[in-house]
């Protein structure tokens, strides 16, 4: 994924993103920050129609004047694919 900039652009791929699923939750297991970082790890699940998947995902913001300014994701999409292509559990 190419790296979005802006208000703008980030809230219509999240909107994209989010409407694409029946459902997601966001459990976050383990948080720590060390002056303006912030990492959390954390399961993302996404439901399609009756199919589900749990992703686990490391999450790094970068924060200043107490809004983010850089948020990266690291996690395999593997499991998004297969649940949009009707092979996940």
């Known amino acids: 994924m ?5 208000r703008a652009a980030i809230a219509d791929f999240l909107d994209g993103f989010i409407s694409a ?5 966001f459990t976050i297991h383990h948080q720590a920050s060390n002056g303006t970082v912030v990492l959390n ?3 993302d699940r996404f439901t399609l129609g009756d199919k589900h998947v749990e992703l686990p995902v490391m ?3 970068e924060i200043e004047a107490g809004e983010i300014t850089s ?3 690291y ?3 593997a499991p998004i694919t ?3 292509s009707g092979h996940a559990d």
């Open 82 to 84: 297969e649940l949009m």
């Open 75 to 77: 996690f395999d999409l």
């Open 2 to 6: 190419e790296p979005l900039f802006g």
């Open 41 to 43: 790890e954390r399961t």
């Open 71 to 73: 948020w990266r994701d």
């Open 21 to 25: 699923f029946g459902g997601i939750e």
């Open 59 to 61: 999450g790094v913001f």
